[in-house]
Structure formats: structure tokens, C-alpha cells
């Protein structure tokens, strides 16, 4: 992922504090030699104060072998997307029809290294972190080894610790484009009111210009 720098964050908090809220994405993990990744969607907590994202899959999960066989593999999220109509880009002195339609989006690439758990006491524990996170009002019981009512389900399923080695990160937000542009794509954004406009307008606003042209005004 090209990663310009009026498109990246501000700093870790950013795309951390992102993460909290678009806990759903893809892992992407090495394929067997001559095919295609595998690419599975999934939830996923993430953790930054221990540097790591956890998940779990089915026990019949091709992913599982592919993951033993090459732990090094890649969690993408993207959200907050939104096409930009050329008029909307146009340079302030030339005419709405030369613009250049684009796309807003935010886009967080964990690089990780696959740990696999089938120990029962630990997969427990890491199935507790998640459910701790996607229902911090309770609501569900205990996970816990040979206990009523989901100790009988851990055999059918691996949880699997994503140790995060290296970030990639963006925030493509017109960072780069004159104030007035950047006026004109956010009016746009709030009149269209389509299903992430008022997301990728925020995130405009928010971040402002961070490009040369920006600078120079």
C-alpha cells in the first residue's frame, strides 16, 4: 500500500484509536506453493498495549494448516471510503470538468506473526478478551474448560494470536489539496449523505491539509 506523506497518521494514537471502532477485516495468509492467499473476513480484537490482535477460527479452517506452515501474514482493514467526483477536485482556477475523481478511504495493514492456541485453559482466555471487547455490557457467560455452557465448543475451534511486527497506515483524506477544494469536497460529502460520507467528511475536516499545497497557503 502507497502510503504518501499527507496521507499518513498523525501519529500511532490515530490509527489505534481507528482500530477500536473497525474491528472487522481481512486476513490475508500465504496460500500453499502455486495458489492464490487466502483471505478470510473476520472480527478481531485488537490490542496495543501488548502488541497484538486476536482472533479465532473454526478447527476445519483452511487457514490453519496454511497458518502453521507460514505464520507471516497480513490483517487489512479499510472503511470510512467514499468516491470523490472529479468536479468536486477541480483546481480553484480551472474549469469543475478537468477534476480528477478519487477515492477517501482509511486503511490499516497490521503485518503479524501467526502464534496458533489449542491449550483449552489459554483459548479460553484469549475467547474471553474478545467477548470482553465486542460486549463490554456482559451479557454472555464465562468461557471456561469443560464448563457448561461453551466448554464443549473449544475443541471445535483455535484461536490464534496475531503478534504485530509492523504497521502500515492511511488516511487518504485530500491532505495534499488547496483549503478551498478541500471546503468544496466536504460540501459535497454532507449533501450527498451517502452511507460513509459523513465518516470520510469528518476525518477531512479533522485532519485538514498535511500536503505542499496545503503548506503553501
Keep these: 500500500m502507497l502510503v504518501h506523506p499527507w496521507d499518513a497518521p498523525l501519529d500511532d494514537a490515530e490509527w489505534q484509536h481507528w482500530l477500536t471502532t473497525h474491528d472487522f477485516g481481512q486476513l490475508a495468509v500465504n496460500g500453499p506453493p502455486g495458489e492464490p492467499p487466502f483471505v478470510q473476513p473476520l472480527h478481531f480484537f485488537h490490542d496495543p498495549e501488548r502488541g497484538e490482535a486476536v482472533i479465532h477460527l473454526a478447527r476445519a479452517n483452511p ?12 490483517l487489512s482493514v479499510v472503511d470510512d471510503y467514499a468516491f470523490v467526483p ?61 464448563e457448561a455452557p461453551y466448554g464443549r465448543l473449544l475443541s471445535g475451534i483455535r484461536a490464534v494470536r496475531l503478534e504485530v511486527t509492523g504497521v502500515r497506515a492511511k488516511f487518504k483524506y485530500a491532505g495534499k489539496r488547496a483549503a478551498g477544494v478541500r471546503d468544496r469536497i466536504a460540501a459535497g460529502l454532507a449533501e450527498r449523505g451517502g452511507p460513509r460520507d459523513a465518516a470520510a467528511r469528518e476525518h477531512l475536516l479533522r485532519r485538514g491539509g498535511s500536503g505542499p499545497a496545503a503548506a503553501a497557503e
Design 86 to 146: 472529479g468536479p468536486w477536485q477541480a483546481d480553484p482556477d480551472g474549469p469543475p470538468e478537468d477534476g480528477v475523481p478519487t477515492s477517501l478511504y482509511a486503511a490499516v495493514q497490521l503485518r503479524c506473526t501467526a502464534h496458533l492456541v489449542a491449550d483449552p485453559a489459554e483459548l479460553a482466555a484469549l475467547l474471553n478478551r474478545q467477548v470482553g471487547h465486542f460486549q463490554p455490557e456482559g451479557g454472555s457467560s464465562t468461557v471456561a474448560p469443560g
Design 63 to 74: 487457514l490453519l494448516p496454511a497458518l502453521a506452515a507460514d505464520p507471516q501474514v497480513i
